[in-house]
């Protein structure tokens, strides 16, 4: 046998009786991972062309409302946080611990080291946004490492085809697949044996792992066992020490610790949604998003995020959902449609993020499943210093600048974007949730569901502004600043593929709005009509609500089809004086409370 597959040694990492992997200090070792074989690929010239378009944000929230609990919760959570980043790491790359091991061996490899921190593993971005490996392992395929190596789509259809009822398994949203070799098979019914808990929590497993051929779905819990363990423990122990203070935060831990033994998110995320934290923390834990696969999407990859609640501005916001009912009635459809407005919904600051949720992402809306979000709802996570932080507003403000004529370039504020961003999330709350016939807009509408539905949540942030202000819950000028923000978004720095929901959606927009007034070309920049902007918006969004109410997928794909023309003299011009106005593209995130304080 040539080499063994990273679940396979993870499988017998899961076995030894090992201590757990040290914490803090960067230092990321990981039983039975040695670098060998790996070396630096990447020359000087094409590191430095990438940090040189790379920013750094040092995330410090102030953490001085944290009781001594929670500050001990915290410690237990990055420790539970360190862990996932690593199984988030194995996940995409099957030499990327390896990888991890040589980079830290390597201290004075510093842009390699920052290209490893930036792409969370060894294979890069580039400035053509191709993915490359950057030290000698191999390159990144559909697979990752959640198939078995080398797999095809094609392969894996073939033998769904031919199985129909092996589909279930090997596409479980969280399950790894494996060739089922003897060595993999004995492995995983070692660790029932070994665990007994995981074997009570996977009723049909043993028998399952024992009798199927050809390929083996292990849950992730099987595979990953020793660091689900672990990280299971921290969650338990976190619960401990915030039980007398948070009653319900420590709930949702305790039973989170549980999900990721089962495999099975119910009990948590019903904890999560529904909860009422009286303390200032907040987490993400677990494998949730499926975009880092490839092959199907369904694979979910590991992430937490460990949060600070800002109390002033979650006050602030749940004042003002009492207007949501109002935001809902004034959408244009046909509709009596009630909403709930009690809706989970907070402002935070991140401590620190690992995994798959690392990087500067502006906000969170989960669980995903359709069926719990109807049965719970879903928790809204607003990410407040990633949305309001100055240095990413102003690499977005210049693109804002360089597209839109000089009397406006101000009109954008980082408040804009934050508010905007706020009643996006919660927009996906309001309008159509379900096509007339009464199907699941997914189903109905298939690859135009998702671009339909972040339109329309667009839309409705828009529309709550205007309402807000009639309201007088903000002023002229912050609606302003979130019309501008709205111009913003859909502006391209280039052409978007179809298959970019965001992009192609947002490109829509600008179009729409230059047909209805809301903007207008001149000489090579554009100028905004505040005061037809927001009939430019009712009219898309009725629009938008009448494809989803029909759950017509022939009409989506012609409205589509119709608005996402790209112009050279115009929507290239823009592109183009947008792309000139770059400085930065990527963004290495550090946190105080795990990288210790800024480097000068
Ligand atoms: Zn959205």
Redesign the pocket.
């Known amino acids: 046998m040539r080499t063994l597959s990273l679940a396979f040694s993870l499988l017998l990492a899961a076995c030894a009786t090992a201590p757990a992997t040290p914490m803090g200090g960067g230092e990321h070792e990981h039983h039975g991972v040695s670098s060998a074989g790996i070396a630096a690929s990447w020359d000087a010239s094409r590191i430095e062309p990438i940090l040189a378009r790379t920013q750094r944000l040092h995330l410090s929230p102030d953490v001085s409302a944290l009781t001594a609990g929670e500050q001990v919760a915290v410690r237990e959570l990055i420790a539970a946080g360190e862990r996932m980043h690593q199984l988030y790491m194995a996940q995409r790359h099957p030499q990327a611990l390896a990888a991890a091991q040589f980079v830290a061996e390597h201290p004075e490899l510093t842009g390699v080291r920052d290209l490893f921190r930036l792409n969370a593993g060894p294979i890069a971005t580039t400035l053509d946004n191709t993915r490359e490996p950057f030290l000698t392992v191999s390159p990144e395929t559909p697979a990752r490492n959640m198939y078995p190596a080398g797999m095809t789509r094609a392969t894996m259809d073939a033998f769904i085809a031919a199985h129909p009822e092996r589909r279930e398994t090997l596409l479980d949203d969280r399950t790894v697949v494996v060739d089922a070799t003897e060595e993999n098979r004995a492995h995983a019914l070692m660790v029932l044996d070994h665990h007994p808990v995981l074997d009570t929590l996977h009723p049909g497993l043993r028998a399952r792992l024992q009798s199927e051929q050809t390929y083996l779905a292990l849950p992730y819990s099987v595979a990953y066992a020793h660091d689900i363990l672990f990280i299971s423990e921290r969650l338990s122990a976190a619960a401990d020490v915030v039980e007398s203070g948070d009653a319900a935060f420590a709930r949702y831990l305790r039973l989170r610790a549980r999900d990721l033994l089962a495999d099975d998110y119910e009990g948590g995320d019903a904890a999560w949604v529904t909860g009422e934290f009286t303390g200032n923390l907040n987490a993400q834990i677990g494998s949730y998003e499926t975009y880092d696969d490839a092959m199907y999407g369904v694979k979910t990859f590991f992430s937490l995020s460990l949060l600070v609640r800002d109390r002033p501005r979650s006050a602030e916001l749940q004042e003002s959902l009492q207007f949501l009912q109002r935001v809902e009635d004034s959408l244009p459809y046909e509709s009596d449609r009630e909403v709930r407005s009690d809706i989970p919904v907070g402002v935070y600051n991140i401590i620190a993020d690992f995994g798959q949720a690392r990087g500067t992402n502006t906000a969170t809306?989960l669980p995903n499943e359709a069926y719990l979000a109807r049965q719970y709802g879903r928790t809204i996570l607003m990410r407040g210093n990633i949305l309001l932080d100055e240095s990413l507003f102003q690499e977005t403000q210049r693109a804002f600048a360089a597209a839109v004529i000089d009397s406006q370039a101000n009109d954008l504020t980082p408040e804009g974007g934050f508010y905007r961003t706020l009643w996006?999330?919660i927009g996906?709350y309001l309008g159509v949730d379900q096509t007339a016939d009464g199907r699941d807009l997914d189903a109905a509408l298939e690859d135009t569901a998702d671009l339909l539905?972040?339109m329309k949540?667009d839309l409705v942030s828009l529309t709550s502004a205007r309402i807000l202000n009639q309201q007088r819950r903000i002023t002229d000028a912050q609606l302003r600043g979130i019309y501008a923000s709205g111009i913003r978004r859909v502006l391209q720095k280039s052409r978007p593929r179809r298959e970019q929901p965001y992009q192609t959606m947002q490109l829509i927009q600008w179009n729409w709005y230059m047909d209805h007034g809301a903007l207008r070309f001149e000489n090579g920049r554009l100028r905004i009509d505040y005061r037809r902007y927001p009939e430019a918006v009712t009219s898309l969004l009725r629009e938008v609500l009448a494809i989803q109410r029909a759950g017509d997928r022939a009409r989506a794909n012609a409205f589509v089809e119709r608005w996402t023309t790209w112009r050279p003299e115009l929507h290239e011009v823009i592109a183009q004086r947008m792309r000139e106005s770059e400085r930065t593209r990527f963004t290495i995130v550090t946190y105080e409370a795990l990288d210790g304080p800024q480097p000068r």
């Open positions: 809306i996006h999330e996906h539905e972040e949540a």
